[in-house]
C-alpha cells in the first residue's frame, strides 16, 4: 500500500510537470509563429529592397553605356581639332600676326576664335582684326590657350554665348579648312580647330544630362544597397533567432512528449498496482 502511495505521489508531481512542459511548448509554438511572421515580412521587405536595387543598376549600366558611347563619338572630333593645331607652327602665326589686311575668310577665322575664347563677362562686338592681332599677341599663350580649350569645355568654364556666337562663323561658305589653306595655313589650322571642337561641345553637352543622370543614378544605386544590406543583415539575424527558437521548441516537444510518455506508463503502472491490492 505505501508502493501505491509513493506511486501516486509521484504520479501527482510527474502531472505538474508534464503541464509547466506542455504550457512551455505551447508559449514557445506562439512565440515562433510570431517570429516567423516578422521574418516573412522583413524577407518580404528585403526581396522589394533587391528589386529597387536591380532597377537602379540597370538604370546606371544603360545610362553608363549611353555616356561611354557618346563621348566615344566625341574623341574623333577632338583628335581632329588638336591635329588642326598641330599643323600650325609659331612662323606661321608670326605671319598671320604681320598682315596688315588678311585676305577674305582669314578675318572671319579669327573672328571666330575671338568669339571662342571670349571671357565670361561676354563675346566682344569688336571682332576686328586689330583684335585678332591683339588676340595674338602672345603667340605661345594663343596657342597655350587653344590647346587646353577642350579641358575648359570638360570643366564647363565656357561660357555658351560663345558657342552660339562663333555659329554665325560656321555657316559661311568659306569656313572650311581646306579652302583657307590656300589663303594661309595657321588660318586654316584655327579654322578646322574651330570646327570640330564645336562639334566636341555639342556632342559633350548633350551628354552632360545624361552623366548628371549617372551620378545621381550611382548615389540612388548606393542608398539601395545600404537599405539592403541593412534588411539583409536584420533577416539573417531573425532567421537566426527563428532557428534557434524552432531548435529549442524541438527539444522542449521532446522533453514533453517524453515526460507524457513516462506519466502514462507511470498512470498503467498505478492502475495494475491498485488492481493488485483490490484483488
Known amino acids: 500500500a505505501k508502493a501505491v502511495g509513493d506511486l501516486e505521489e509521484t504520479l501527482k508531481e510527474k502531472a505538474i510537470v508534464v503541464e509547466e512542459k506542455i504550457t512551455e511548448a505551447e508559449a514557445l509554438s506562439e512565440k ?47 583628335g581632329k581639332a588638336m591635329a588642326a593645331l598641330d599643323t600650325i607652327t609659331k612662323k606661321d602665326l608670326v605671319e598671320l600676326k604681320a598682315l596688315k589686311k588678311p585676305p577674305a575668310g582669314i578675318d572671319d577665322v579669327l ?16 571682332r576686328s582684326w586689330p583684335q585678332a592681332v591683339k588676340l595674338m599677341k602672345d603667340i605661345n599663350q594663343f596657342m597655350e590657350r587653344l590647346q587646353n580649350f577642350k579641358a575648359e569645355i570638360d570643366n564647363e568654364t565656357v561660357p555658351a554665348a560663345n558657342f552660339k556666337a562663333v555659329r554665325a562663323y560656321l555657316k ?58 541593412s534588411v539583409t543583415e536584420k533577416v539573417a539575424l531573425l532567421e537566426k533567432t527563428l532557428k534557434e527558437l524552432e531548435d529549442t521548441y524541438t527539444t522542449v516537444m521532446k522533453e514533453k512528449d517524453e515526460t507524457v510518455a513516462e506519466s502514462a506508463r507511470m498512470a498503467k503502472k498505478l492502475e495494475m498496482a491498485q488492481r493488485l491490492i483490490a484483488a
Open 111 to 126: 573672328s571666330a576664335c575671338i568669339c571662342m575664347l571670349a571671357p565670361e563677362t561676354g563675346v566682344p562686338k569688336d
Open 32 to 78: 515562433v509563429g510570431k517570429e516567423k511572421a516578422i521574418c516573412e515580412t522583413e524577407s518580404s521587405a528585403a526581396a522589394i529592397e533587391a528589386e529597387k536595387c536591380a532597377v537602379v543598376q540597370t538604370t546606371v549600366t544603360k545610362t553608363q553605356a549611353d555616356c561611354e558611347r557618346d563621348l566615344a563619338e566625341a574623341l574623333p572630333a577632338v
Open 172 to 229: 559661311l561658305e568659306d569656313f572650311d579648312p581646306v579652302k583657307i589653306l590656300r589663303k594661309s595655313n595657321a588660318a586654316s589650322g584655327l579654322c578646322g580647330w574651330c570646327v570640330n571642337i564645336v562639334i566636341y561641345y555639342d556632342i559633350v553637352s548633350d551628354v552632360e544630362p545624361k552623366k548628371r543622370m549617372l551620378a545621381q543614378a550611382i548615389e540612388d544605386l548606393a542608398a539601395a544597397n545600404e537599405g539592403l544590406k
